[in-house]
């Protein structure tokens, strides 16, 4: 017989060998980070699907331990890695260490590292095998060459993604790394399911959702109070008629055993 005390623990991972790669320089640009943010907010819920996912930033892109080139994604997607906690907190992709290079990388262009965008780093990209390289530009072509460009390896070279233009201020191509088509709607970055046509929430829509679904819970909340509390009123309304129906009864007795007395 096997007790529950005599039941074997979970073995939890164990990082404690993990090294973290330093921190990057902080990020200054404020609209930068913003698009980061927007599209991590979107990206994340959708990609939980898939086993083995990372959506993550800010940390050091490599080869190996070795490599000391400054390769810094805004963003980097990977599916069907064994562990992506090791990643994280290996503080930085490492393509020996994964075992594959990233399926996903989104740079979004800024006064400062533009041009290095669409030049140096993709051509770095393709060096370090990386399925899809995109770039995102929310000024509108100041800072990158063009609002947004993807490109997607073949052999060992980048080959341009098609770019729908639907008008000048939006602008769309379908990324296969991620099945969806990744836009440039009015200056934000906009992910589409192709197969429902519609827009992965953003950061705004998923709060609204978030506030709609705590707003909704108060509501049941507040309802459920108030017909436990017609409930009580009720229980103690009826208990206080069966009261006076008892007194009433009482009093009646009293007045008979009085007139039968005289």
């Known amino acids: 017989m096997v007790t529950r005390n005599a039941l074997p623990k979970p073995r939890l991972p164990d990082y404690s060998d993990i090294e973290p790669l330093p921190d990057p320089p902080k990020r200054t640009d404020m609209e930068q980070f913003d698009v980061i943010k927007e599209a991590t907010a979107a990206l994340d819920p959708r990609l939980r699907r898939r086993d083995g996912y990372l959506v993550s930033g800010a940390g050091y892109l490599r080869s190996d331990p070795e490599d000391m080139r400054d390769f810094v994604p805004d963003i980097v997607v990977a599916t069907g890695v064994e562990d992506p906690e090791r990643i994280v ?70 080959e341009p ?80 008629a069966e009261r006076r129906v008892a007194d009433m009864e009482a009093e009646l007795r009293r007045l008979r055993g009085e007139e039968d007395s005289g």
């Open 89 to 158: 907190r290996r503080n930085g992709y490492v393509i020996s260490e994964v075992g594959k290079p990233p399926d996903f990388v989104l740079e979004v262009g800024s006064r400062s590292t533009g041009r290095r965008d669409y030049t140096v780093k993709r051509e770095g990209y393709a060096r370090y095998g990386v399925r899809e390289y995109w770039r995102f530009d929310p000024s509108g072509g100041k800072y990158h060459d063009t609002h947004l460009a993807g490109d997607t390896l073949a052999g060992d070279k980048y």
């Open 161 to 240: 993604v098609q770019i729908v233009s639907e008008s000048a201020t939006r602008h769309w191509g379908y990324s296969e790394a991620l099945e969806l088509e990744v836009w440039w709607y009015d200056g934000r970055i906009r992910f589409r399911d192709p197969v429902t046509g519609e827009f992965l929430p953003n950061s705004d829509e998923l709060q609204d959702a978030v506030e709609t679904a705590q707003a909704r819970v108060e509501s049941e909340r507040v309802a459920r109070e108030f017909a436990e509390a017609q409930v009580e009123s009720e229980r103690a309304a009826r208990e206080a």
